[in-house]
C-alpha cells in the first residue's frame, strides 16, 4: 500500500493548493471572509462558503481516492456533509465531476450562480499538484485496501485559516496561532481494530516565498503497521532530563492549566490553535505532550498525527480512560466505532479528550496531578 501513500501525498497538496487558492483569488477570498449574518445572509443558501470549501476538499480528496482504490470508497469520512440545501428546500449534492466545467457548473448551483468563483474553485480541483519529493522508494505496506478506512479534515483550524496572520516561521519553535496552523489531515486505520495505520499532514501555509511566488507548504507522513514504523519526521532527542513541556488549547480548563504550570514550569507550558497543529508540535519535539480535558476532537482531527505519532514510538490516549486506570492500557484512541449513543458528529469525538505522547512514560507524569481533579 506505498501506493495509497503516495496518492494521499499527491492529493493533500492538491487540497493545499484549494486552500491556498481560497486566499489568494479575491472572488473566492471575499466569499471566504463573509460572515453572513441575519439580514444579510444569503438565503438562497443554507451554508456558508467555508463549509462549501472544506467540503470541496473533501469530495476531491474522496474523489481521487474512491477512483484508484475502488474498495475504498464506502470508508472514506470526513468532517462535513456533502449536500447542501437552498432556502426553497432545494438540495445539492456536491461532488466532483469527471471535467472541470461539470465540477464549475455544479459548484455555481451552490454559489448563487457566481460563475467566476465557481470557475476559480473548479481549476484548482482539476489540477495536477506540482509533483511531492517524499522518500517512500523501496517501502513496502503490507496491508490491502479493503482492511482500510479513512478519516479526512479538509483544513483543520479554520478559524486561523480565515483570520489569515502571517508568521514567519523558526525551526525549534512552535508558535502558538496563524496560518501556519491550518491542516489538511488524512488519517488511515485498519477497519477491524481502529489502528491509525497511515497519516498525512499537509501544511499549506509553511513559508512565504521570499521571491514573491506565494505560499509554499510541507507535507508530513508516517507509516505504522506492525515491525514497519516509518515516518518522515525523525525522532526528536530526549531534551534535558526532568524537563517536561506540554501545549494545550488555550480554553483548556484553569485547573488544568494549573496543575501543569506546576509540573512544567510556566516556561514549559504553551498554548496553540488547532487540535492538528498541536499533535504536530509533539511530532516535531516542539512540544513532549499535548493534553485535553474534553471531547471537543473529532476522529477526523486526531487519525492522521496519531499515525505519524505511532511510527514514532508514541501515540495518543483517552485522558479520562487513563485517569481512570493505573496502567493507561487500553486507552489508546481507535478510529472505527461510532458511539452509538450520541447523535451527528458527536458520534465520532474522542469524548474522553486526549494525551498526545511521544514517550509513553511520560503518560503517567502527566497523569498524576490530574488525578481527582477532572
Ligand atoms: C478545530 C480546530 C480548533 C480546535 C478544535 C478542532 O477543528 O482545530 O482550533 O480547538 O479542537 O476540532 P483549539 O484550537 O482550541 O484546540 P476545525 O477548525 O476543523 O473545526
Ligand atoms: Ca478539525
Not at 487540497?15 to 463573509?34: G, K, M
Not at 474553485?121 to 495536477?128: P, S
Not at 512540544?287 to 471531547?295: F, H, Q
Request: proline fraction near 5%; charge should be negative.
Amino acid at each position: 500500500m506505498a501506493d495509497l501513500l503516495r496518492l494521499l501525498l499527491r492529493v493533500a497538496e492538491k487540497a493545499a493548493n484549494v486552500a491556498r487558492v481560497c486566499r489568494q483569488e479575491a472572488p473566492l477570498f471575499q466569499l471566504l471572509v463573509q460572515e453572513k449574518t441575519g439580514d444579510d445572509k444569503n438565503k438562497k443558501f443554507v451554508q456558508d462558503f467555508k463549509t462549501l470549501a472544506d467540503v470541496v476538499i473533501q469530495e476531491m480528496i474522496r474523489h481521487d481516492v474512491g477512483v484508484k482504490f475502488p474498495e475504498m470508497a464506502d470508508f472514506i469520512n470526513g468532517e462535513e456533509s456533502n449536500k447542501f440545501e437552498n432556502g426553497l428546500g432545494e438540495s445539492v449534492t456536491v461532488t466532483v465531476c469527471a471535467t472541470e466545467e461539470d465540477t464549475a457548473a455544479l459548484l455555481a448551483s451552490v454559489l448563487g450562480g457566481d460563475h467566476t468563483a465557481a470557475s476559480l474553485l473548479a481549476r484548482a480541483i482539476h489540477q495536477d499538484p506540482a509533483s511531492i519529493q517524499a522518500d517512500t522508494d523501496g517501502l513496502t505496506v503490507p496491508l490491502s485496501p479493503s482492511e482500510l478506512g479513512i478519516w479526512i479534515d479538509p483544513i483543520d483550524a479554520t478559524s486561523q485559516y480565515i483570520e489569515g496572520r502571517e508568521e514567519v516561521l523558526e525551526e525549534g519553535r512552535l508558535f502558538p496561532s496563524g496560518l501556519h496552523c491550518a491542516l489538511v489531515l488524512i488519517g488511515v486505520y485498519l477497519r477491524s481494530t481502529g489502528e491509525p495505520v497511515m497519516g498525512v499532514i499537509n501544511q499549506p501555509f509553511n513559508y512565504k516565498d521570499p521571491a514573491g511566488g506565494g505560499w509554499k507548504g510541507k507535507h508530513f507522513w508516517g507509516v505504522s503497521c506492525g515491525s514497519i514504523n516509518v515516518c518522515s519526521e525523525t525522532r526528536p532527542k530526549a531534551g534535558p532530563a526532568g524537563g517536561l513541556s506540554a501545549v494545550l488549547s488555550s480554553s483548556e480548563k484553569p485547573v488544568v492549566k494549573e496543575a501543569l504550570t506546576s509540573l512544567c514550569g510556566p516556561d514549559k507550558l504553551m498554548f496553540a490553535s488547532g487540535a492538528g497543529y498541536k499533535i504536530l508540535c509533539v511530532i516535531q519535539g516542539l512540544a513532549d505532550v499535548y493534553v485535553l480535558s474534553e471531547g471537543t476532537t473529532f476522529k477526523w482531527d486526531s487519525c492522521a498525527p496519531h499515525a505519524l505519532l505511532r511510527a514514532l514510538g508514541g501515540g495518543v490516549v483517552d485522558l479520562h480512560k487513563c485517569l481512570q486506570s493505573s496502567s493507561g492500557a487500553e486507552a489508546e484512541l481507535t478510529y472505527h466505532q461510532p458511539r452509538t449513543e450520541c447523535k451527528g458528529a458527536d458520534r465520532w469525538a474522542n469524548h474522553g479528550g486526549l494525551v498526545a505522547y511521544r514517550d509513553c512514560s511520560q503518560i503517567s507524569r502527566i497523569i498524576a496531578p490530574l488525578k481527582g481533579k477532572l
